[in-house]
C-alpha cells in the first residue's frame, strides 16, 4: 500500500531564505508526483508534475526532482517570500492499483517578513 | 476554459439531513476523483470515477455515501442521514486520461461541508 509522508510537518523561515520540503513515498511504481500549493480555506493550485521518466521540473523560483528508486522527492524555492506563505503538498499517481492520487500530510509554510 | 467547478462552496446541514455535492470536471476530462480533508489534515482519497463507471472506492464508507458521474452532467457526491464527523472540505479532482505519466490532476475549489 503506497504511504507518502512529508517532512518538515511546519517550517518558519525569514524571507529571502533558500529552502527544501521533503517528499517520500513507500512504493516507486508512480506514474508521476505533482506538488501543489494550499492557501487556508482554499482549493489546490498545481504547481509542478514531474514525469516518472524525469528527474526534475522547474517553474520560476520552484524546482522540483524526483529520485524513483529511493521514493524521494523535493521541492526547492529559491529567494523566499512572505505571499509562498501556504501548506505545500505532494501526490503521487499510483500506477500499481487503480491510479488514483494519493497525498502527502503537508508541510505548513510560514514565511517571515 | 473553466476549470473543475465545484459547488456550492459552503454547504451546512443539519444531522441527518442530505448532502449532495457537484463537480463539474474540465472540459473534455473524464476522470474524476473525489478526496475528503479533515481540520489540519492532508487529502484522503474517498472515489475514483469515470464517465458512468466507479472505478475504485476503496476510501468511501461503505454506509451513507455514494458517488455517480453520469454520462451527461456534473459527477455527485451524495451522503445520506450526515453526521457531525462528517464535517470536512470535499475537494474534486478531473484528469484527461489515466494512464500516462503526463496527466495532470486539476482541483476544485471544494465544498465545505459543515454538519449542525
Known amino acids: 500500500k503506497q504511504e507518502v509522508t512529508q517532512i518538515p510537518a511546519a517550517l518558519s523561515v525569514p524571507e529571502g531564505e533558500n529552502l527544501v520540503l521533503n517528499c517520500s513515498f513507500t512504493?516507486?511504481?508512480?506514474?508521476?508526483l505533482q506538488w501543489f500549493r494550499q492557501d487556508p480555506g482554499k482549493g489546490l493550485t498545481s504547481l509542478l508534475l514531474?514525469?516518472?521518466?524525469?528527474r526534475e521540473q522547474t517553474s520560476g523560483r520552484l524546482n522540483a526532482s524526483l529520485d524513483k528508486s529511493s521514493g524521494r522527492s523535493t521541492l526547492y524555492i529559491a529567494a523566499s517570500q512572505p505571499g509562498d506563505s501556504a501548506t505545500y503538498l505532494c501526490?503521487?499517481?499510483?500506477?500499481?492499483?487503480?491510479?488514483?492520487?494519493?497525498f502527502g500530510t503537508g508541510t505548513r509554510l510560514k514565511v517571515l517578513a | 476554459n473553466a476549470g473543475v467547478m465545484q459547488n456550492p462552496r459552503h454547504l451546512v446541514r443539519r444531522r441527518g439531513q442530505e448532502a449532495r455535492l457537484r463537480c463539474s470536471p474540465v472540459k473534455g476530462h473524464s476522470h474524476v476523483y473525489w478526496y475528503r480533508q479533515l481540520p489540519e489534515e492532508g487529502l484522503k482519497f474517498m472515489v475514483y470515477?469515470?464517465?458512468?463507471?466507479?472505478?475504485?472506492e476503496s476510501g468511501m464508507p461503505k454506509e451513507r455515501f455514494s458517488a455517480e458521474f453520469p454520462k451527461e452532467g456534473p459527477s455527485i457526491l451524495r451522503i445520506q442521514q450526515v453526521v457531525r464527523g462528517d464535517s470536512a472540505a470535499y475537494f474534486c479532482?478531473?484528469?484527461?486520461?489515466?494512464?500516462?505519466?503526463?496527466?495532470?490532476?486539476?482541483f476544485g475549489q471544494g465544498t465545505r461541508l459543515t454538519v449542525v
Open positions: 512504493d516507486s511504481a508512480i506514474y508521476n
Open positions: 514531474i514525469q516518472s521518466s524525469q
Open positions: 470515477l469515470q464517465k458512468e463507471n466507479i472505478i475504485d
Open positions: 501526490a503521487v499517481k499510483d500506477s500499481s492499483g487503480t491510479y488514483k492520487y494519493i
Open positions: 479532482a478531473s484528469s484527461l486520461k489515466t494512464v500516462q505519466e503526463n496527466t495532470e490532476a486539476f
